[in-house]
């Protein structure tokens, strides 16, 4: 059999099985369904400063859909989650998704199981009406080998299946030490996508935080059909320090558009984030107005 009629054989059979392992909620979704969003990190000193003018003020510019990045101590941004999923709610807001990094402190080696406090995290997740769970960092003592971080994705699907329990699915986000090779072989991504559940784990793509390490976004869709529920929508640049760093979509280097577009066309994307860290001068309000203007413009 030819290679390239192998791989659509195989692709065509990872999208079935994709779509089959989808949880109900996202199955009731239009097919062509988009939630288009921004990561609060973006806004994170207007939000520890005054959060409800913060959330106002995005609600203003015509945002639906928050991504949140700060829940201690069982409160998002200093609320329990019923308060603030009523904050939200009179604000027009919604929040499918959030960021609680999954750490070594939250799985029990001995017992085999999670600790309470990362079973307050999913518990808590559900209460604010989240439908993914996404764990945005990966303790260096479970990818010190690429047998470690085999065992450990292991934990990644059990998370999975705690958090179908409450109708919610877990993902992993990445940064750009995952597109680096461990042991000389597979990158810490190779392994995160062959050995986590399609069924129990999604992938959030940051696709801007993979341009500085030269991983293509564009391929790694290709030839992951069904993994990418959610992307963080982020363009790069490079700035005077010759460091990357976050722009205004459209603005830098990425092939923000095409990503998008292949994510919905086979990655099984739905959730796009907007994120974006550093500013040139704008303010972070300001940038997000930007982002959003841009993306409304691109048909998001």
């Known amino acids: 059999m ?18 089959a392992s989808i949880p109900q909620w996202l199955q009731a979704a239009a097919p062509n369904k988009t939630l288009t ?11 520890k400063k005054n959060p409800l003018a913060t959330l106002k ?12 990045a700060y829940y201690i101590n069982r409160k998002f941004y200093g609320y329990t989650p019923n308060e603030f999923k009523t904050i939200l709610n009179d604000m027009g807001l919604t929040m499918p998704s959030g960021h ?3 750490s070594a402190s939250h799985w029990d080696m001995a017992k085999k199981d999670f600790t309470d406090e990362w079973k ?32 450990f994705m292991d934990v990644f699907n059990k998370s999975g299946e705690l958090c179908r329990k409450s109708g919610m699915r877990f993902g992993y986000h990445n940064h750009n030490f995952e597109f680096s090779k461990i042991d000389g072989a597979l990158t810490t991504y190779d392994i995160i996508l062959k050995y986590t559940d399609p069924a129990a784990v999604i992938l959030q793509l940051d696709f801007g935080n993979l ?12 030839n992951n059909p069904g993994r990418f529920v959610s992307m963080h929508v982020k363009d790069e640049i ?7 760093e976050s722009t205004v979509l459209g603005k830098g280097g990425q092939k923000v558009k095409e990503i998008i577009a292949l994510g919905k066309k086979i990655g099984g994307t739905q959730h796009l984030i907007v994120e974006q860290e550093s500013y040139q001068g704008l303010t972070p309000l300001a940038s997000i107005q930007e982002d959003l203007a841009v993306m409304k413009k691109w048909g998001y």
């Open 2 to 19: 030819p290679t390239s009629r192998r791989k659509f054989i195989q692709q065509t059979a990872m999208g079935v099985l994709a779509t």
């Open 37 to 47: 969003g921004v990561q609060l990190y973006s806004v994170r000193a207007d939000m």
């Open 57 to 68: 003020a995005v609600a203003e510019m015509g945002y639906k859909y928050v991504e949140h």
């Open 100 to 102: 609680t990094v999954m």
């Open 120 to 151: 307050y995290t999913v518990e808590d997740a559900a209460i604010a009406g989240q439908e993914l769970v996404i764990s945005p960092s990966l303790d260096e003592k479970f990818r010190k080998s690429a047998d470690d971080l085999k065992r």
């Open 211 to 222: 341009f500085e390490t030269g991983a293509d976004a564009l391929a790694i869709i290709q």
């Open 238 to 244: 490079k700035n005077e320090k010759g460091e990357f």
